[in-house]
């Protein structure tokens, strides 16, 4: 059974540091997704890829984080520097074409600890 | 934005014995409800959705009921058994396909 893939599983930064995550969808996915779920609580979306193009990055705060999806395929998000409070989940899913009530697939995340 | 609420936080439960998991939102425009297991470790999986057009959907030991006019949403978990324990996450999206998810609930299955 196809499954998106994340890397690192763990990471553990000094504040001020960067770090990145990478993730692959499911072959053949166009619409791309990152969360973070902070511990307790649910996902919250930060951004959005509709293959190569961001479709909603509201949430994003774009003065510390970024997001790529360059060939409309595999995906990096980027936080530079790191704060204390991005201790958290961080999980990329992926959907066929991103249309209304559509399931969304989740990979395992990659859990982030910034000290 | 939407806002959902999910009740309770934890639930324990005795094996064999049905689960009961209570959501709320707050957009009435709100008309795909999916629920997520979640296990240790691991990202949350899809057990099962229901649709602003249906009132109850069946999934062998899992059930979902969605009142629209309450604007509220339920998953039972029915013969609970060890392998249930997990945080479910209820969650709720419109036309702008964007999910909003509650807070979870931490599943118990006391053998």
């Known amino acids: 059974e196809a499954e998106v893939a994340q890397s690192p599983r763990y990471k553990i930064t000094e504040k001020s540091q960067a770090v990145a995550f990478w993730c692959d969808p499911i072959?053949?996915?166009?619409?791309l997704y990152w969360y973070r779920q902070i511990l307790g609580q649910g996902p919250e979306l930060l951004v959005q890829?509709?293959?190569?193009?961001?479709?909603?990055d509201s949430q994003l705060p774009k003065d510390r984080f970024s997001a790529e999806r360059l060939k409309g395929v595999d995906s990096t998000l980027k936080i530079q520097p790191a704060e204390l409070g991005d201790s958290a989940m961080y999980l990329c899913?992926?959907?066929?074409?991103?249309?209304?009530?559509?399931?969304?697939?989740f990979g395992p995340g990659t859990r982030l600890l910034v000290l | 934005g939407e806002n959902v609420e999910q009740h309770p936080s934890t639930l324990s439960v005795q094996e064999g014995d049905s689960a009961v998991i209570k959501c709320t939102y707050s957009d009435s425009a709100s008309n795909y409800f999916p629920w997520y297991k979640q296990e240790l470790g691991k990202g949350p999986q899809l057990i099962i959705d229901i649709r602003s057009n249906v009132g109850e959907k069946k999934d062998q030991r899992i059930a979902v009921t969605l009142n629209k006019t309450a604007k509220h949403f339920s998953l039972h978990i029915t013969e609970t058994q060890p392998e249930d324990s997990a945080v479910y996450f209820c969650?709720?999206?419109?036309?702008?396909?964007?999910?909003?998810f509650g807070a979870g609930t931490t599943v118990t299955v006391r053998a």
């Open positions: 969650a709720a999206s419109s036309n702008d396909y964007k999910l909003s």
């Open positions: 890829f509709q293959d190569e193009s961001v479709v909603d």
């Open positions: 072959s053949g996915h166009a619409t």
């Open positions: 899913a992926s959907s066929l074409y991103g249309g209304a009530g559509e399931t969304q697939y």
